[in-house]
């Protein structure tokens, strides 16, 4: 079947012309019309006729509704035969627009009647206040605008706010870059990269991390400065300090500028609990390390939880007198916990197995038989294989050997520098503990142990005491420690009484520790401080060189050193009291300080005469896998070629 044939365009003409009914609006009798409504009289309403020259149908039809139009505009009189007042376009609120062509094609066919708009109940003669804005008129705006000045109040806020804009972007990305660039402190200075040891005072001291001052704003006026323990004729300066007074502080890796706690177990010493993070926080002005019990299947499968933060490759010392506060915890009688604060050498780091085999405990600047495996070459000196540890066969040391030693060959690993007569300078992992807190005496009472860790090994691990060279200040409360040391390290140590009333449940006061030292071989010393007094000194010469097991003199420390603070538990310290221990334990902390000669400051991890910057970042992994216990087996590395042993190339 075929469509419809169209219509014919008279017959759509027609169509479109008849007028559609619409129904008339009401309104109650003297109720008032609305505003827009025309104000002529329904009387006058027919008597109006259309005109054949517009194309309008008459009056009556447009009456009730609207006719479409089959031109461009409505007469320019308004009829007043509608009810609905129609405005013609002169007296519209819109302006007569010249340039419209009425007869156009394109406008007649999208025009409307002027009923149209009415009867839909649209104001079309209503007019609004920004009805000429929606009626651009270039003549109008030409002659309302010209002969403006910018000039003005506004004009003025205008550009000065853009002046400022500008100024802003400026300073935010031309200015701070250059202040930044031009007042930031060298890496040395922060104790992340090499430095001169001889570089000056102030610089060091001013410097900051991640905006946190070398000296803690929180530090006492009156304590940066203080008088030298071994010299009362010397002042110290204050070169770096931690309040611990900031409340909350978070010490994984990355929150903190220069403590960074650990995430293990200690298995180097038998311990019994897991390091963790979270057991370390601030509160109330001190550090605090919390030793507690936990689920197993939330510890690593251990029962016990506790902390070990270091200052590892962040902030180092060389030299002068380290200082800190401390409140032990538990019983001052009860036997077990392992509460330290100690320092290492930073080719070393604390429970990264890896990076420190064949560094600890080593302070050796010597190319002899001590930098050896065992302390022997050939099966010599037979001391070494006789006269030692009574555990171990009378074997004096079972050590790897020194890994970085003065025989180490040229172009093989080495952090550097070198002597004059070209052979590298021993390095090592020396370590010098400032406390590790016991319990000892009749009645039992807290003691502090006090030691220096030493390598190569004295015969039978005795030093050379004589003429005071090892010497405690009041033998009423301090004793030469009678543990000498084993087949891994050389204990040089003596045991003081603690302050009694310096305990987490004895009182819960603060005791000063430390100790003040001066590294190397020629007036060399480590001096300790128990109770903010001197309690035992330690003179070079009494590491001095032992002909029997055939090694050199070993130094007091000279590697840049790093402070660590723990809270452990393990037998191998003491068997522990699990009757009478109370859990949670914690160790508080109130402040960590530093301070050296004024003529000597010597703060950060990689001085120029004992580097450690370059070589850490070329074997980063030992350093931070604790799973690598080993640095030949675990690590795959090999130990560099030794000249004593005849392992140079021609």
Known sequence: MLPPRPKPRSALDAEQAAPRAMPTPTFAAGAPRPKYLSTHSDSSASSSSSSPSTGYSPASARAGGYARAAYARPPSVASTNSTFSTPSIGSSAYPKREHVNANSPTTAKYAYSPGFLSSWGSMADYKEEDDLLHRPDPTRDYQIDRGGSFLTRRGFANLGCLLVLVAGLLGLFVLFPALTFFSKVPLSALGLASQSAAAQASSQVRGTAFGRAKVDTATPLDAHSRTSFHDPTQQLQLVWSDEFEVEGRSFYPGDDPFWEAVDLNYWQTGDLEWYDPAAITTRNGSLEITLSIQQRENNHGLIYRSGMLSTWNKMCFSGGLVETSVSLPGFNDIVGLWPAVWTMGNLGRAGYGGSLEGMWPYSYDSCDVGTMPNQTFNGQPAAALEVGDPANGNVLSFLQGQKLSRC??????????????????????????????????????????????????????????????????????????????????????????????????????????????????????????????VSWTLLSEAI???????????????????????????????????????????????????????????????????????????????????????????????????????????
Not at 507 to 516: I, K, L, N, R, W
Not at 544 to 557: K, L, N, Q, T, Y
Not at 576 to 583: G, R, S, V, W
Request: net charge negative; glycine share 10%; charged share 20%.
């Open 408 to 533: 180490t060959c040229d172009g093989e690993k080495h952090p550097g520098p070198k002597h004059d007569d070209g052979t590298y300078v021993g390095r090592s992992a020396p370590e010098i503990d400032i406390i590790e807190a016991t319990m000892g005496g009749a009645p039992l009472h807290g003691q502090v142990s006090q030691s220096l860790q030493a390598a190569p090994f004295n015969f039978n691990y005795t030093i050379n005491g004589d003429n005071g060279a090892a010497a405690v200040a009041d033998d009423t409360i301090s004793e030469i420690n009678s543990y000498r040391g084993g087949v891994f390290q050389q204990a040089v140590s003596a045991l003081t009484d603690t302050d009694q009333t310096a305990y987490e449940l004895n009182g819960a006061g603060y005791s000063v520790y430390g100790y003040e030292y001066k590294g190397g071989f020629d007036d060399a010393y480590i001096a300790w401080i128990s109770n903010n007094k």
């Open 544 to 650: 001095g060189a032992d002909e029997e097991v055939g090694i050199s003199a070993r130094s007091i420390p000279q590697e840049p050193m790093y402070v660590i603070a723990n809270l452990g538990l393990s037998p191998n310290f003491g068997t522990p009291d699990f009757t009478h221990l109370k859990f949670p334990a914690t160790m508080r902390i109130d402040y960590v300080r530093v301070y050296q000669h004024p003529d000597q400051i010597n703060v950060g991890c990689s001085p120029k005469d004992f580097p450690t910057e370059d070589y850490i970042n070329e074997f980063i992994g030992a350093y931070t896998n604790p799973n690598l216990t080993t640095w030949r087996d675990d690590f795959g590395q090999p130990f560099p070629k030794n000249s004593f042993a005849g392992e140079c190339s021609a």
